[in-house]
């Protein structure tokens, strides 16, 4: 079995590339790239990551 090393951020609007084993946000068994999309952009902030426009 092959495990995963990158995937895409769970947040449906992000561009980004999170590696479940290293930096990603993990909530409720997804992978996010940052606090702002585990948290559905609460805030009304964008993750911050150069060329991704989430929010």
Known sequence: MT???Q???ACDSCLCI???NEQ???KDGKY???DACASGHSSGEGCGHTGC???
């Open 3 to 5: 495990a995963v090393s």
């Open 7 to 9: 995937m895409k951020c």
């Open 18 to 20: 999170v590696s479940p």
């Open 24 to 26: 990603a946000v993990q």
């Open 32 to 34: 996010y790239c940052s």
């Open 53 to 55: 426009d989430c929010n």
